[in-house]
């Protein structure tokens, strides 16, 4: 039996029960001959994005960037500046779509669809390459409104070395998100070296429409996939054609992602990421409620912002 | 400038027009300092699977499966022998079965839909991993009908070879089938290598079910996507998140990814495998005949299995 040696990396954990929980784990599925012993090729690993590799308030950073475009639209059309989501965009009502999230996690859609009306009209007719090319400038560039920082080193450092950790021990990580895939593509491979084919999301439709030089691929004013909730694990193999041995997520839309992670002959981690530290992020539950009753419940690895990182974010 | 040594491999290719398009090509996009230099991330190929890797006649490999699948159930219940496509599996009437194909790509879809409808009611309520392990011993064990090999076997030495050689010039090839993907993922590593999370194709919808041990995920009655014509390059774009330079196919289906390789500003190679070779392999245009067209009016590389292929199936 070869034991791994699972002790680097993690700088930015502090000693404390869910590094514990992560090199155990680790050592169990790395070393030769463990019961538990899973090949590298099975190693997969899935992590939600807002709220677990980034920051996701007072908004989640995609809001701002759509928010940006719908303001854009109701400057250029005044009868779209009495219409949500349009008004709220064009006045900075923040607050109106920060809520919209909020009353979706405690499972009150009214509100989203009205946003994702908005949405679906705020990128009908783009090319997915000039949507890339905006989504990445945004990135670079937006300015978080409360941290002082761009929206670029919005990731946080635990989570990048539990990355860097993880590929160090044979893992294959990809992200399965909430957000919108084509949105976050730009910068997955900077900021947590997963390139964009490792990016699972939400999308709009697509349509792809030939000319003489190659074509192009536009989003139509409809959805394709919300990648959340049950639809996370359905995603996930649709995607990769395994089940996943490590998921980390910080909201009941990850449940059933965490719930899916190991299965019924093989071992597996479950991370919630805990968010109770208002000095350097942000102290919240809301929408996480579920979650944590599970996790608490069944003995999943809760990740305390406060107590188990020494640093929060990637600079 | 570092020219690129491209002269190796492809040992069961001809010297001629083919294997020099490909050479050539390969050399344009490798050679640091061209014009025409992609990064290795950039170098992204699509393959088709049925005609192009491994052979599609006298019926495509995975209709054989799903005969089998309706075969049984039609054993189990007399009142489906005179439904089709019940029928034509319960009597073993395979004619009915290629010919729903061959109409296809005329664009007659009305059995196309009968058909779907039986492989719907067919796997409806099998979970994905019991399927997977149902096609892995289908392919490992069933008999192709005149060749006189296993399906596992059914693959074309030449684009073997082209894999490994654009593996070896930093490429990283997907295939993007109208074929079923979780059909294929159970062989693709092992006939390709290309691993399950590189594998395109149409799926019937999913359903996420929890359980008290991970759960499971299970095929409902309804299609989810059709991976063919148009549908090819986005759910390309939605798999990879970059266009392909490098597109290889066989059938009118194709032509939509083979257009959309390169694009406006990088240079693209497009490969349409035409099957001419009735002793080694099988001779047939049929529903290829929009794709000749379009492939010799833009001078795409046509690849004849009977000019440029040495030896034609793997072993």
Sequence with gaps: ?????????????NDGPAAAAIRDFVGRVTTDGSPEFVPPAE??????????????????IELGFILQRLAAMATKDPALRDRQPWKAAYEGDHQWLGEVITRHYHGDDTDLKVLMGGILQAFAGMDVEAYQQA???????????TLGRVFRDCGYQPMVELLEYLAANGFTSYIASGGDRDFMRPVTEAIYNIPAERVIGSSNALRYTPDDH????VYLAEPDVFDDGPVKPVRIWSRVGRRPILAAGNSNGDLPMLRFAGGP????????????????EFDYVAGSERALDEARAKGWTVVSVKDDWSAVFTD
């Design 1 to 13: 039996m070869t034991t791994a040696d699972t002790s680097g990396g993690l700088a930015s954990w």
């Design 43 to 60: 190693r997969v690993a899935v992590f939600d994005n807002d709220g677990t590799l980034w920051c996701e308030k007072p908004m989640p």
């Design 135 to 145: 989504a990445h400038g945004f990135l670079h560039q937006g300015q978080h409104p």
């Design 214 to 217: 190659g074509g192009s691929i």
């Design 265 to 280: 002959s093989r071992p597996g981690l479950r991370l919630l990421v805990l968010h109770d530290d208002p000095e350097r």
